[in-house]
């Protein structure tokens, strides 16, 4: 997968495309949705600019175990780290912020 994305530029939409294309492994997670935001979605991203993902997991999904193995597997898939957050841990000031810049990939029907 890794030589697979240092041939392939990294950018917002090869980002939501991988999303895309492994959503059944994602939803494994418990994931409901999932989405990019920050200096990807912004095209202002380095070549050592983290990815930042935000997730929302089913209710009966919500688990450590879940967060951890799904922000490992997203590290892999993308060749690069992660910093992973939940809607549920969105401060009231910035969260607003964050929603509204991200652009999600539908994972759960």
């Known amino acids: 997968m890794k030589r697979y994305l240092e041939l392939h530029k990294l950018d917002k939409k090869r980002i939501l495309t991988l999303l895309q294309t492994h959503r059944d492994r994602i939803s494994d997670y418990g994931v409901a949705d999932i989405g990019v935001f920050g200096s990807y979605v912004r095209s202002e991203q380095k070549a050592k600019s983290d990815i930042d ?3 929302e997991f089913r209710k009966d999904k919500k688990t450590f175990r879940n967060y951890i193995n799904l922000a490992q597997y997203l590290e892999e898939i993308f060749g690069k780290q992660v910093e992973l957050i939940t ?3 969105l401060s009231p000031y910035i969260g607003p912020y964050i929603k509204k810049e991200a652009e999600y990939v539908q994972i759960a029907n």
């Open 53 to 55: 993902i935000i997730v």
């Open 87 to 89: 809607t549920d841990s």
